[in-house]
């Protein structure tokens, strides 16, 4: 399953941080981000908890780049 | 300048007040060391106490080496070392670096949203004799909807009253306004030039196609191109590598200055190797890169041309061979009556009435096509015992003569001779009261910019130009030689266009990207196996927009050079970041390292050169 999130974040290489960041976390298959857009793309692993996966996925941003948001 | 970007702006102008009321103070009265320091601290407090928390988070969080981390090592560092002066402009000059590059890429960012901004606001729908606004997405199919002059048609649909012209710039690039009367299909995003008009809707606002253009120009940044991968892999290693370098700078002089004898000179250092780290950082490559690419995307979308990811618009920028199908592709796919040869004594009009009234009945292109030639009118009741004959053509009595119409075996099976044979395009032998009349030319006609089309492409280092039809090989070399096009393989089955597209493949080289051109429909298989598909979009087929990499959304041959120009470049662009950006930072690194580079030049080298490469990255927005 994808699902698309818009994001917020200052600099392109915090943006890069953050896609590895989602990319690395458990229950997430691949992620995209687009500084351009300020757009993510994320594609689950079957049958995990979406909202508990992402939860996940932005305390991880938040770990690598502390000023970010990602409007879940 | 958004909320934030207010912020620091007010924060900026308050401390450089600040910074030259405490500087002027010292200047004057000569401050006392504490004093001073204290003093100095509210400017350095005012501009940099965001960075200094982020900072410490980033320890907390084991983050070190970001550039908040490392801007308040170094103005600390400075302020330490007694230049309390230095400290704080230091700091200060990066926020306005910080600043100036947020506004930087959200202008382009908006400059390119400007650009495709075709997205409808509402739809005007009939409420009880009252005209209402409503959301789009709130009109379901089979709704009645009015589009006054000036508006977009916010959702496809066909004309259910009224005559307009219709501005499609927006969706294709052409500015010529098209005609659109009651029964024309209306597509979303085109705008209502000079008439109101009613349509009546059918699709939904999310199924239209502007939604899907929309969708797909949004998610084409999600592609990421060989450059952009590049860009993000080099990052995984230099970062590390220049940390260490740094470390090793702050390290590894004073030990050595120590073993033999001479002062270590720790702070002198430790401030290169500061100075090091600030230069070092890897942001302008990392935003210019993308930018460029999705401002090119941008910049071909306004010219009708809609490219799904950065990585097709790079690999068309290497395409070397391009395929094309001929039907609906090069030509209009569209029979027209192109020559009549009529006997001596009969008139080309003539010849053309008794045509198309004995096909008067059928709805055969062939038939449709002799229709739309035919200028006289036709009356229905003078024509009589029409007849159709397989195979052959059709019989039929018009005004009182016995016509017949068809192939030539038609007339040999009525004994009639034929003066003079035809072997272009489809030919249809007319016959009146058993006497040869003349005949008719019905082809498919070039689109009228095909020829130039490829003779733009063969300057664009295009080394071959392929042709793949189903038709006969008579029509396809007639084609093909008018177009000018290298080669051309004729009465090709869907399978044999594969084979013949691998065959091309498995023979070009590495670094060759061979794209094909098809209208879509019949040729997906072809388009997913090229390295680019092409599709002509038709004014939003949906098949070709699914199949392709790369569509043209008003079927025009001729931009595919102009897409190939703008992906070269593009291209062009980023590649002359990449340089400049590992340039200027390699300069500023090795004279960090030596110590002649200060803490002003360490910033220029990271804010200074990503607002250029930024600046330079807006360039690929536009082309002339």
């Given at each position: 399953m994808k699902k698309t999130y818009d994001i917020e974040v200052d600099c392109a290489n915090c943006a890069a941080k953050m896609e590895e960041a989602v990319k690395n976390t458990?229950?997430?298959?691949d992620a995209t981000l687009s500084f351009m857009t300020l757009k993510l793309k994320v594609e689950f692993e079957e049958g995990v908890d979406v909202d508990a996966v992402m939860q996940q996925a932005y305390k991880n941003c938040k770990t690598v780049e502390d000023d970010c948001t990602i409007y879940l | 300048m958004n909320q934030k970007q207010k912020n620091v702006f007010y924060r900026i102008i308050l401390s450089v007040v600040l910074l030259v009321a405490v500087s002027v103070l010292d200047h004057v009265v000569g401050l006392p060391a504490l004093l001073g320091l204290l003093l100095y601290l509210i400017p350095y407090g005012v501009i940099g106490y965001d960075i200094l928390r982020k900072a410490w988070k980033g320890i907390l969080k084991r983050q070190v080496f970001d550039e908040n981390f490392l801007m308040a090592v170094a103005t600390v560092g400075a302020i330490c070392l007694g230049d309390y002066r230095e400290g704080v402009a230091v700091m200060l000059f990066y926020q306005i670096g910080e600043l100036f590059q947020s506004i930087a890429v959200g202008k382009s960012r908006k400059n390119i949203a400007a650009l495709m901004?075709?997205?409808?606001?509402y739809a005007n729908i009939m409420v009880d004799g009252k005209i209402e606004k409503v959301d789009p997405d709130d009109v379901e199919i089979g709704t009645e909807i009015i589009i006054n002059p000036?508006?977009?048609?916010?959702i496809d649909g066909v004309i259910a009253e009224g005559n307009t012209t219709l501005d499609t710039s927006a969706l294709t690039g052409e500015s010529v306004p098209r005609e659109a009367v009651c029964g024309t299909e209306v597509i979303s995003g085109c705008i209502n030039l000079t008439g109101a008009i009613k349509v009546r809707t059918t699709k939904e606002f999310g199924d239209s196609t502007v939604s899907k253009i929309l969708d797909l120009v949004e998610n084409s940044?999600?592609?990421?191109?060989r450059s952009e991968n590049f860009i993000t892999r080099f990052a995984r290693y230099y970062t590390p590598a220049v940390c260490y370098s740094a470390l090793a700078l702050a390290v590894v002089p004073p030990l050595v200055r120590l073993l033999l004898g001479m002062p270590p000179l720790w702070g002198e250092w430790v401030i290169r190797a500061l100075t090091f780290l600030v230069i070092s950082c890897p942001c302008a490559l990392v935003i210019s890169i993308p930018l460029s690419f999705f401002g090119g995307i941008g910049c071909a979308s306004t010219h009708g041309i809609l490219v799904k990811g950065s990585n097709y618009l790079e690999a068309l920028s290497n395409t070397k061979y391009l395929v094309f199908d001929k039907?609906?592709?090069?030509?209009?796919?569209v029979f027209e009556v192109t020559h009549l040869y009529p006997e001596d004594g009969v008139t080309e009009e003539k010849l053309l009435y008794y045509a198309a009234a004995a096909e008067h009945a059928s709805s055969h292109p062939i038939s449709l096509s002799l229709k739309k030639a035919c200028k006289d009118p036709i009356d229905g009741?003078?024509?009589?015992?029409i007849e159709e004959i397989a195979g052959h053509g059709v019989r039929a009595t018009v005004d009182g003569h016995q016509v017949y119409v068809g192939n030539q075996r038609l007339m040999e099976r009525q004994q009639i001779t034929i003066s003079q044979e035809h072997t272009e395009g489809t030919v249809c032998y007319v016959a009146v009261d058993g006497a040869y009349t003349g005949c008719i030319v019905i082809s498919d006609v070039i689109k009228p910019t095909a020829q130039k089309a490829i003779a733009d492409l063969k300057n664009h280092g295009i080394k071959k130009t392929i042709m793949l039809t189903g038709d006969a090989k008579q029509t396809a070399d007639t084609v093909a030689s008018q177009i000018g096009m290298d080669e051309v393989y004729s009465e090709l089955l869907p399978a044999d266009k594969v084979q013949q597209v691998e065959r091309i493949l498995d023979a070009k080289g590495e670094k060759e990207n061979l794209a094909f051109v098809g209208d879509g429909i019949n040729d997906a298989p072809v388009l997913s196996r090229a390295d680019i598909g092409i599709a002509m979009g038709g004014m939003g087929s949906d098949a070709a927009i699914e199949a392709?990499?790369?569509?043209l959304m008003d079927d025009d041959p001729a931009k595919i050079a102009l897409a190939m120009k703008i992906s070269v470049r593009t291209l062009r662009i980023v590649r002359q970041n990449i340089v400049f950006a590992l340039a200027v930072k390699a300069i500023c690194l090795v004279l960090g390292a030596l110590g002649i580079a200060n803490m002003w030049l360490a910033i220029f080298a990271d804010v200074g050169v990503m607002v250029l490469a930024v600046l330079n990255a807006t360039r690929a927005l536009r082309i002339r």
């Open positions: 458990q229950g997430v298959k | 901004d075709i997205r409808p606001d000036g508006e977009k048609v916010p940044a999600m592609k990421k191109s039907t609906g592709t090069l030509t209009k796919g009741t003078a024509i009589r015992d392709a990499d790369i569509v």
